[in-house]
């Protein structure tokens, strides 16, 4: 393994579960700004994958909300990750990155809300901890979209 790979390898399994949604929002973002670049670029299938990697990324993160514990603003989350991916959907192959940029504004927004959460009201924060299993794997999957 590279040293950069190393490198996240180490950040991802050392991160918190707060700390695992940021870098889920990272790969996120990164996958879309690949995604963009394809478009402008005219490679369909390299927006098809990066569009792919972005929706694997939104489905992750909406599958991890725990309703339950994170009440409305857990519910809002989920409205707002089926917005995103209907809106990666409908802008796929359509030689437009309007969707695109629109989902990685959302992104940038949403990242910016997690990691200015204070200490004590990250230690609260349950939103994206359904079970113990999906945090086990949170890793795995942060370092797939990373690609």
Excluded: F
């Amino acid at each position: 393994m590279g040293g950069y790979k190393a490198y996240q390898g180490n950040q991802v399994n050392t991160a918190s579960p707060l700390g695992l949604v940021i870098l889920s929002y990272d790969a996120l973002y990164k996958a879309l700004g690949r995604a963009a670049h394809a478009i402008e670029g005219g490679d369909l299938a390299a927006e098809a994958d990066h569009t792919g990697r972005a929706l694997e990324a939104l489905i992750e993160l909406s599958g991890s909300l725990n309703i339950e514990l994170g009440g409305d603003v857990a519910y809002d989350l989920a409205g707002l990750y089926a917005y995103m991916m209907r809106r990666l959907s409908e802008g796929m192959c359509s030689c437009s990155t309007d969707a695109v940029v629109e989902v990685m504004q959302l992104v940038l927004t949403l990242r910016e809300g997690w990691e200015g959460l204070s200490p004590d009201r990250q230690q609260q924060v349950q939103l994206h901890q359904n079970t113990s299993s999906r945090v086990a794997q949170a890793p795995q999957m942060a370092m797939a979209y990373a690609r």
